[in-house]
């Protein structure tokens, strides 16, 4: 799948269309939080 969609993720990151480029996740996306790494980091240690 990556290298059959990378024409159109090209043309998309050219054209600044971030709809059409494919920024895959995974399933838990859902979960992220914005953070510092430092933040992230001691999160999952601790």
Known sequence: ??????????????AGDADRL???A????RQARAGSVAEVMADLLG
């Open 1 to 14: 799948m990556h290298h059959l969609t990378a024409p159109l993720r090209a043309a998309a990151a050219t």
């Open 22 to 24: 494919n920024l895959w």
């Open 26 to 29: 995974g399933t838990g996306w």
